[in-house]
């Protein structure tokens, strides 16, 4: 019984790997050679004339129209104003609060000892 349930079961599996269906045959592939590195565009037959294109409907004023709203004048000061360099701190108060090097940090970054001046008074500002 054994041998016949082995038989059977091998018989079986050697059945489902059988193929019926013969293998697929591969067909050649065919290359064509191009040389189509030297071959330049056939020339056209026609040989089309440039027409004369006359633009009459053009305007200036509608493509530039001008402006409605009146420009205002911009009027230059005779006279310059000095820079205020009173911020409400001098430059002893400033080192006091932050230390002569950051000072000179602050005046070498910015370009003056006024901008530092400010800064040291924007400083104070935030930790109020």
């Known amino acids: 019984m054994k041998q016949i349930s082995i038989s059977l079961i ?5 059945a489902g790997c059988a193929s019926n269906n013969p293998p697929p045959v591969k067909k050649p592939v065919i290359v ?3 040389n189509i590195s030297n071959v330049a565009p056939p020339t056209p ?5 440039l027409k004369v294109v006359e633009d009459t409907n053009y305007s200036s004023a509608y493509m530039y129209p ?7 004048k911009v009027v230059a000061p005779t006279q310059t104003a000095p820079l205020v360099t009173d911020t409400g701190m001098n430059k002893e108060e400033c080192i006091a609060m932050i230390s002569q090097e950051k000072f000179d940090k602050y005046t070498e970054m910015f370009g003056s000892e006024t901008a530092s001046i400010k800064r040291c008074n924007m400083i104070q500002a935030m930790n109020r």
């Open 32 to 34: 064509k050679d191009q």
């Open 10 to 14: 091998t018989f079986i599996l050697l």
């Open 66 to 72: 001008e402006d409605s709203v009146k420009k205002e």
């Open 45 to 49: 037959k026609h040989k089309g004339e």
